[in-house]
């Protein structure tokens, strides 16, 4: 009578990294509902504190808009009415329009169409502010769009007169 086979399974049969290095793998694919509950909540509180210190760098970072100092423009007597001139505001390589119109009054806008950035300038004929590029009109007074593609009017230079002298006191730009 011959004795019986061993079995072909078990660990005399495994390969040796497993028996070397077992692993129990029912146990390390097993996660708790707990553990599952606090990761979750790691991670959410993860993103929170993220978030919180996005925006505490952003809020430190943020510098203050530079103010401009006014700029004077020359003696209201310069200008005769129905002129216009160009002058370097509010920064350098910047340029604004300044119109004198019939009436006497001014107006004064950022020179830069808002349409593709090409130079606006007078037209006393239509008293209009005029784009060569593609036909942009704007209203003198207001630099309000009146026809062509700009989707919106020219950027408004505010302006103040003291002691018979013009100056240019904010905004314009693009
Ligand atoms: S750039 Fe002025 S109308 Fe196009």
Redesign the pocket.
Known sequence: MTPPKPPKTGPRHAPHWKTDFSVDWDATDYVSRREFTRFLGLSSAGMAAGTVLIAGLASVGAQPVPEVPPLRLGKVEDFPPGSSSAFEYPQKGQYSLLVRHEDGTFSSYGQK??????A?YYEPREKVLE??????YFNARTGDVIS???QRGLSLVKLDIRDGEIWAVGGGGH
């Open positions: 169409c808002p349409h593709l950035g090409c606006v784009c060569p590029c593609h036909e942009g062509g593609p700009p």
